[in-house]
């Protein structure tokens, strides 16, 4: 019975993966791929993979001519594209990659003999609709979740950081520091992955410690050397300049754009002439410098602090909007469709309910589209419902599930908050949507006596250091 039960779950997690495959590999089909460029990240990532080709160093390559050491950009995702031969070659592996972060997540609950909630994980995860759009886009957000759940894979298996607890924390840093150079974001890793080996009551104190500690050396080292190469180059002792550009172009600008009651687009064009770069141009290699970060980031805590109500009004907008906004326009790109619209999203600005009709009536153009629009939205709606009741779970289930649980979900929603401003954009939320999806499944189907048997039998036969 047993055999047939598992054979099943098997069959059922083959056929979801498979089908999820084939949903992200069918758009490298079309002849038209303009719909993979996001501007203006696509481009520059391109000509940064171009100059690492064309021996420029991590400089862009711009009309046969080498750019100015990168300081904005990080290295991670461009060195990833200059691997690859073509275009279609990146959109088939990202397809590949995000296959597997979702493997990885199942392959975890499976490990528990959770087979139902690792059958719900994969269809949670392999059909989401921002992560199939954003692997059939040039853009960093697929590699940096495939990295982001490998790092979290020592952090979440109790049995490999009992048993193996330097190397699963040299796994988690290594990751965890190549996660910051692919999306900067990442930054709050290096604090994050050591709690798990702190909470691991297998192995001695002493070793707990080691191992967090060696955690975080390691994911904070790869990064630190990345801030070293970018102050020899250009004397900026960061890791990219971009977290400055957001705050002052969306996050300062958004708070002053609630204020007015006008759009966000109109406040960067006023904020760019207070600054001398306009937002046009502010992405462009020969304005970044040192003496920029600095006056912009100035110019954005005076604002933010003197608009605190408004810029706390943002954040929570823009983190529910990335915790629940559909895809639309990048979506509409991709299947060939009506629906798109142009700027901003709903994050940016006032938001009115003129704005949500607009929105509305422009995504009811398409029939396809809004149909995978209400797929995505169930989907969504069904994920956050199985987290809070995994959280919910908490008190009740052994250890190993509570610090599990507690800690992808807080870990998700940190890298959430921290891309709540008016730069937010639902493709923030791929990277984190296969963790999210194995939280959920666990508060759907997480038998107890499976899980807290298991976790008995398997820890018995290790050793307490």
Request: glycine letters at 8%; aromatic letters at 10%; hydrophobic letters at 55%.
């Amino acid at each position: 019975m047993e055999f047939a039960e598992r054979t099943h779950a098997l069959a059922l997690l083959a056929s979801v993966v498979l089908l999820g495959l084939l949903f992200r590999l069918a758009p490298i089909f079309r002849s038209d791929l303009s719909f993979a460029f996001h501007p203006d990240d696509s481009f520059e990532y391109i000509e940064l993979a171009a100059g690492l080709r064309s021996g420029c160093g991590f400089a862009r390559l711009e009309h046969g001519v080498c750019q100015k050491p990168e300081i904005l950009r990080t290295p991670g995702y461009p060195a990833f594209l200059a691997l690859l031969p073509n275009l279609r070659a990146i959109l088939a592996t990202q397809a590949i990659l995000g296959i597997l972060s979702c493997l990885i997540v199942v392959s975890w609950l499976w490990y528990y003999d959770c087979r139902t909630a690792a059958v719900a994980a994969s269809v949670l995860a392999v059909f989401d609709v921002p992560s199939i759009v954003m692997s059939n886009s040039v853009m960093s957000e697929t590699l940096f979740g495939f990295v982001l759940v490998g790092a979290m894979v020592p952090c979440v298996f109790e049995r490999m950081r009992s048993s193996r607890p330097f190397l699963s924390a040299a796994i988690a840093g290594i990751l965890g520091g190549i996660a910051v150079l692919i999306r900067p974001i990442g930054a709050i890793l290096p604090f994050l992955l050591p709690i798990p080996f702190l909470a691991t009551r297998a192995i001695s104190r002493r070793n707990r410690i080691v191992a967090a500690g060696a955690t975080l050396f390691l994911a904070f080292v790869i990064p630190f050397l990345w801030s070293v190469r970018n102050y020899r180059v250009a004397q900026f002792a960061g890791i990219s300049t971009v977290g400055a550009i957001n705050l002052y172009y969306y996050r300062a600008a958004n708070a002053v754009a609630r204020e007015q009651g006008v759009l966000l687009e109109d406040t960067q064009k006023a904020f760019g002439k207070q600054l001398g770069v306009t937002y046009d141009h502010i992405y462009d290699a020969n304005v970044q410098s040192d003496a920029l970060i600095k006056k912009m980031n100035h110019l954005s805590i005076g604002i933010l602090k003197n608009r605190w109500p408004e810029a706390l009004a943002m954040t929570l907008q823009s983190l529910i909007y990335l915790a629940v906004a559909p895809m639309r326009s990048p979506l509409a790109r991709m299947l060939g469709t009506k629906g798109e619209s142009s700027g901003i999203g709903l994050s940016g600005g006032a938001l009115t309910f003129s704005r949500i009709r607009n929105v509305l009536q422009r995504t009811l153009e398409s029939p396809g589209l809004a149909f995978a629009v209400v797929v995505e939205v169930v989907l969504t709606v069904a994920v956050w419902m199985g987290v809070l009741l995994a959280l919910v779970r908490v008190r009740t289930q052994p250890s190993e599930y509570s610090v599990s649980v507690v800690f992808l979900t807080a870990t998700a929603l940190l890298l959430l908050a921290l891309a709540a401003g008016g730069e937010a954009d639902v493709r923030f939320r791929a990277p984190i949507s296969p963790l999210l999806a194995g939280v959920a499944a666990l508060g759907y189907f997480a038998p107890r006596s499976k899980w807290a048997a298991l976790t008995s039998r398997r820890m018995g036969t290790t050793a307490v250091a």
